[in-house]
T-cell receptor, first 111, second 113 residues
Framework: SQQGEEDPQALSIQEGENATMNCSYK?????LQWYRQNSGRGLVHLIL?????REKHSGRLRVTLDTSKKSSSLLITASRAADTASYFC???????????FGSGTQLTVLP | KAGVTQTPRYLIKTRGQQVTLSCSPI?????VSWYQQTPGQGLQFLFE???????NKGNFPGRFSGRQFSNSRSEMNVSTLELGDSALYLC????????????FGPGTRLLVL
């Protein structure tokens, strides 16, 4: 089973609205990363948050991490049509030496 | 710096054939990881190479193999292709470890008929 699970699986909003997607994981982690993937292309790294951090910002992105609940959220403010993509969280669970990706949230921003 | 490049971008093969995919990492990056992405299984880790050595391997059959050259370029090979191998194969590089920020290439889309 996957370490990270995103919720919701799909999200559709109007341009200008905020989009929030969540990621839950099962084991302790050192850091959590968020990636974006435009249709059928490679992933683009958005932000990394370490286990001792609670919140991080990058432009219109805000990421929170709650290690007690083993969950993270990604907030995109003032969304644009260009934000339409799939968003994945990635964790480094336990003793694994590679990232494990969640199943992703498909975000559609309607103009 | 130039990004991660992958060749070819698209490939059509038939069952039983073999295929070799190539990946050139960002200059200075020593870790190269490969992932398989399918609609049903999502993104799955195949293996990681560092300094020409396979350092980590995912849960894939031995038909999937790879190698890394002294210039950090990497290839992966799939032998005896099966229909289920149809996928987007993504290569990612990082400075030193597969746990760090990954920089992905555009992928190779493989279709097995």
């Amino acid at each position: 089973s996957q370490q990270g699970e995103e919720d919701p699986q799909a999200l559709s909003i109007q341009e200008g609205e905020n989009a929030t997607m969540n990621c839950s994981y099962k084991t302790s982690i050192n850091n959590l990363q968020w990636y974006r993937q435009n249709s059928g292309r490679g992933l683009v790294h958005l932000i990394l948050i370490r286990s001792n951090e609670r919140e991080k910002h990058s432009g219109r992105l805000r990421v929170t991490l709650d290690t007690s609940k083993k969950s993270s959220s990604l907030l995109i403010t003032a969304s644009r049509a260009a934000d339409t993509a799939s968003y994945f969280c990635a964790t480094d669970p336990g003793s694994a030496r590679q990232l494990t990706f969640g199943s992703g949230t498909q975000l559609t921003v309607l103009p | 710096k130039a990004g991660v490049t992958q060749t070819p971008r698209y490939l059509i093969k038939t069952r039983g054939q073999q295929v070799t995919l190539s990946c050139s990492p960002i200059s200075g990056h020593r870790s190269v990881s490969w992932y398989q992405q399918t609609p049903g299984q999502g993104l799955q880790f195949l293996f990681e190479y560092f300094s020409e050595t396979q350092r980590n391997k995912g849960n894939f059959p031995g038909r999937f193999s790879g190698r890394q050259f002294s210039n950090s370029r990497s290839e992966m090979n799939v032998s005896t292709l099966e229909l289920g191998d149809s996928a987007l194969y993504l290569c990612a590089s990082s400075l030193n470890a597969a746990l760090e920020t990954q920089y992905f290439g555009p992928g190779t889309r493989l279709l097995v008929l």
